[in-house]
């Protein structure tokens, strides 16, 4: 439940469950990373597009379908995937 005395930016849009992959529209204060999955009931949904590539550009994609992905701060940096945690090779 959001404080509706407390001015927080809302957003809206595509959030995606990397555990199921079932998508939705919803609405979210910003600073609220990962949503409850209305599907799976897992907390593994993600707004879909924080930010996007030009609608042509191919992504990458890990083998459990995520397209979602951390980059550690090692020298060199690897790449995991935030839902099945396996590093990726390019
Ligand atoms: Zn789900
Ligand atoms: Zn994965």
Same mark, same amino acid.
């Given at each position: ?6 001015? !927080? #930016? @809302? ?15 919803? %609405?979210? =204060?910003?600073?609220?990373? $990962? !949503?409850?999955? &209305?599907? +799976?009931?897992?907390?593994? #949904? /993600? $707004? /879909?597009? &924080? #930010? %996007? &590539? ?7 994609? +890990? ?8 980059? @550690?701060? /090692?020298? &060199? =940096?690897? %790449? !995991?995937?935030?839902? +099945?945690?396996?590093?990726?090779? !390019?």
């Amino acid at each position: 439940m959001i404080n509706q005395d407390i001015d !927080f #930016a @809302t957003l809206q849009g595509e959030i995606h469950c990397c555990a199921c992959h079932h998508q939705w529209q919803g %609405v979210g =204060p910003s600073g609220v990373d $990962w !949503f409850e999955c &209305p599907k +799976c009931g897992l907390y593994k #949904a /993600r $707004w /879909r597009h &924080p #930010a %996007v &590539p030009h609608k042509d550009e191919l992504i990458w994609v +890990c083998g459990c379908k995520c397209d979602t992905f951390m980059v @550690t701060g /090692r020298h &060199p =940096p690897t %790449v !995991f995937c935030i839902n +099945c945690g396996k590093e990726q090779e !390019f």
